[in-house]
């Protein structure tokens, strides 16, 4: 029997590629969740900026600044969209990496390898 077929190696093999998914994808969510702190502040500035446009009565305010009401409501939507998305995103990487932890599972049992890797 060879090195590549012993049954030790593979196992061994099996559980990096294993953890280095687990690291990986813990990374993913790492970003994503920065990403989502970063609109959750953006978001909150445009809140802040509104209430305080808003504190003035439209009839006082100018065009122009009724204008830059609007844009602020626009980039918050926009804002509010993007953070859907994510949790989209990460819910969409979720159920991928259920699916490749079961392929892989599958790989391994055909293999007959333990599969205590926890």
């Known amino acids: 029997m060879g090195k590549k077929?012993?049954?030790k190696l593979?196992?061994?093999?099996?559980k990096l590629v294993q953890e280095k998914n687990a690291l990986v994808r813990y990374e993913?969510?790492?970003m994503i969740f920065a990403r989502e702190l970063e609109?959750?502040?953006r978001q909150s500035r445009l809140q802040q900026e509104l209430r305080e446009r808003m504190a003035v009565e439209d009839h006082?305010?100018?065009?122009?600044?009724l204008s830059e009401e609007k844009q602020?409501?626009?980039e918050m939507l926009e804002v509010v969209e993007q953070r859907d998305a994510l949790v989209a995103l990460l819910e969409?990487?979720?159920l991928r990496e259920k699916e490749e932890?079961?392929?892989?599972?599958?790989?391994?049992?055909s293999k007959a390898f333990d599969l205590n890797w926890a």
């Open 10 to 14: 593979m196992q061994e093999w099996f």
């Open 60 to 65: 006082l305010k100018t065009e122009k600044e």
């Open 28 to 30: 993913s969510e790492l």
């Open 92 to 94: 969409e990487q979720r």
């Open 5 to 7: 077929d012993d049954p």
């Open 39 to 41: 609109l959750e502040d």
């Open 72 to 74: 602020i409501l626009s």
């Open 101 to 109: 932890d079961k392929d892989l599972e599958a790989i391994m049992l």
